[in-house]
């Protein structure tokens, strides 16, 4: 690649991108945190997972209701899902004209409070679009296909409880120092949610093995080694074991601090023994994200630049390319080329934990868990 570490990366940023700001590598650094959530994202995307996946979403710490926690990405279960059709128009598509076209079709939505967001306003998509929820699931909405003078849009019930999370961790440091004081801080952070949030909570032996230990409802108990009772836990069909489990999946970019997946330091340590999955986007991965798609692309992928600039050029009125709000054209780019490209883009991380595992496995556990049946498992 051009660049052999994601900090020259950010100088480059920083000079012809983020110059006209007050701090430019501070702001490139925000930048390249925003698209390591943007490649998490349209992974999962392509993994056929869209309609599972909620964006910032409350988490609530298992056995403590009281105290919760924002997450990146969580996959939750579909309840029931409905397609309708509205008349294509210059103005937005909003929550309520798509909560008015399911009413029409007799859809069912007693308990569900509508939400005020636009799916689609000026160009601009919403990702994983709330339009409604209850005190038990989430409404959302997207965009299936475009004919004629018509949009057909995919709506679909989520229920609360998610089955997996995903995190992105990324952490920059001052120019000349090696460590940041915030960088153990924030792995301890995200380490703190990954181990809250599932039924299934880790413990160490004195040996120093890891393992789990998950709770029953009648107060009794399984403890294997952690790898072992994660397998077990996911390709089971144990209501018990399922109904409050949650797969903690963790992504980390590299910046100075991190080091890299075969030279780990204190903070990849730490959020290595705290989710169950931590995935390592290598420098050699982003670089191609980067290079690919934002500052040198081919003529297909050149208006996914156009509007990343556009996003961060001085005096923007909306930032267009990000995990939430995202230019329509510029995401179907993005899917068609994480979609024929996805060999590549699965080799752009490495697995940190569990030991021995592959970016395949974890496709298959988050394929397993999506196919449970979660109406009867969360009775």
């Not at 752009?348 to 496709?363: C, G, M, R, Y």
Request: hydrophobic share 35%; charged share 25%.
């Amino acid at each position: 690649m051009t660049y052999k570490s994601v900090d020259k990366l950010q100088k480059v940023l920083a000079s012809n991108v983020f110059n006209h700001t007050k701090d430019s590598k501070k702001a490139a650094g925000r930048c390249l945190g925003t698209l390591v959530e943007i490649i998490t994202y349209y992974l999962l995307k392509t993994w056929g997972l869209d309609d599972q996946i909620s964006i910032e979403r409350r988490l609530e710490e298992y056995g403590n209701s009281d105290i919760t926690h924002n997450v990146e990405y969580s996959l939750h279960p579909v309840i029931r899902s409905s397609i309708v059709t509205i008349e294509k128009s210059e103005k937005a598509i909003t929550a309520n004209a798509i909560i008015n076209a399911l009413k029409a079709t007799g859809f069912d939505l007693k308990n569900l409070k509508q939400k005020q967001n636009d799916l689609l306003k000026k160009g601009i998509l919403r990702n994983a679009c709330t339009i409604a929820d209850s005190d038990n699931s989430f409404l959302l909405a997207s965009i299936k296909s475009s004919k004629n003078n018509q949009l057909e849009l995919y709506t679909y019930e989520q229920s609360k409880k998610p089955y997996a999370i995903f995190e992105c961790k990324r952490v920059g440091v001052e120019e000349g120092l090696n460590k940041g004081p915030q960088t153990i801080e924030k792995a301890k952070q995200g380490a703190y949610t990954a181990r809250i949030a599932s039924s299934l909570q880790k413990i160490r032996t004195e040996s120093g093995d890891l393992h789990g230990i998950i709770y029953k409802s009648d107060g009794s108990y399984i403890i294997k080694p952690l790898t072992e009772l994660i397998g077990e836990i996911v390709y089971s069909n144990d209501k018990e074991l399922l109904r409050r489990f949650i797969l903690t999946v963790g992504v980390v970019s590299n910046h100075g601090n991190w080091f890299t997946s075969e030279n780990p330091n204190k903070e990849l340590k730490v959020l290595a023994q705290s989710y169950d999955w931590l995935l390592f986007l290598t420098d050699n991965g982003f670089s191609e994200f980067i290079d690919s798609l934002l500052l040198k692309p081919i003529k297909k992928y050149k208006l996914i630049r156009d509007v990343f600039l556009e996003s961060y050029i001085e005096g923007k009125k909306k930032n267009q390319f990000t995990k939430v709000h995202m230019n329509l054209e510029a995401d179907k780019i993005l899917f068609d080329y994480f979609n024929e490209n996805l060999k590549l883009v699965e080799n752009w991380f490495n697995i940190i934990a569990p030991e021995n595992k592959k970016i395949v496995n974890l496709k298959e556990n988050l394929n397993e868990l999506k196919h449970k049946t979660w109406t009867t498992i969360l009775k």
